[in-house]
């Protein structure tokens, strides 16, 4: 199987600009969850999707947004962006969304100017 | 709120040392645990998981655990690490019969040869 793949790889954008990240999940996996990765601090939880709906939602603000389509491919978008916003946004799918194993893209790379 | 620790950030070891890095969560109930590593300009990716049973648990590449309860801890262990195990490690809890997955900030190993 195809693993997940995130587009694009690398963005650069600046402040004020919006930005959507794409993210196709392994064929099968109905869950995607969106993590915002950054040098010493870890993973931070954005959202997670199944089945169309938002079942959990991290401690981010309203700039940040998701959806996922019935294909289970999953969008998220940043709207004015901030340079704090500069990261690495990683998409994860799995089959069911309670605590089974991630499967990780590589991630999209983000440098807001 | 839950949360899960991982004291060392930074670790540096020469080949043929013992490796040992810390994780600890907070939160009373039944918990699923996992470690992931990413390898330099790799994706993240399992390394293992525990969920229930023999609180010793074996990863790939020589890695196990020890789910420990009354301590909250989930201790990653290699009795001899190599040059190749240079990564970053992150430690993973996921809340029993929830959607939540809580990652720790990560170590970083550097494995000297």
């Known amino acids: 199987k195809a693993g997940v793949t995130q587009t694009p790889r690398y963005l650069i954008k600046t402040r004020g600009q919006q930005v959507t990240l794409s993210c196709s999940p392994i064929s099968g996996h109905r869950s995607v969850s969106w993590y915002q990765q950054t040098p010493g601090q870890g993973l931070q939880f954005l959202f997670e999707?199944?089945?169309?709906?938002?079942?959990n939602k991290g401690n981010f603000p309203g700039r940040f947004s998701g959806r996922q389509f019935s294909n289970s491919r999953s969008e998220m978008n940043v709207s004015t962006l901030e340079l704090g916003d500069s990261a690495l946004y990683l998409c994860?799918?799995?089959?069911?969304?309670?605590?089974?194993?991630?499967?990780f893209g590589p991630g999209t790379r983000l440098l807001v100017l | 709120a839950q949360s899960v620790s991982q004291h060392n950030h930074h670790v540096i070891l020469s080949e043929a040392a013992s490796l040992e890095l810390g994780c600890n969560y907070s939160y009373g109930g039944t918990v699923n645990l996992f470690w992931y590593v990413q390898y330099p300009g790799q994706h993240l990716q399992l390394l293992l998981k525990?969920?229930?049973?023999?609180?010793l648990v074996k990863g790939i590449k020589g890695f196990e655990a020890e789910f420990i309860k009354s301590k909250f801890s989930f201790n990653l262990r290699k009795p001899s690490v190599q040059w190749s195990d240079t990564a970053e490690y992150f430690c993973?809890?996921?809340?029993?019969?929830?959607?939540?997955?809580?990652f720790g900030t990560g170590t970083r190993l550097k494995v000297l040869a």
């Open positions: 993973a809890v996921s809340i029993s019969g929830t959607y939540k997955y809580i």
């Open positions: 999707y199944f089945s169309e709906t938002q079942r």
């Open positions: 525990y969920f229930s049973g023999d609180p």
């Open positions: 994860a799918s799995r089959p069911d969304p309670a605590g089974e194993t991630q499967y």
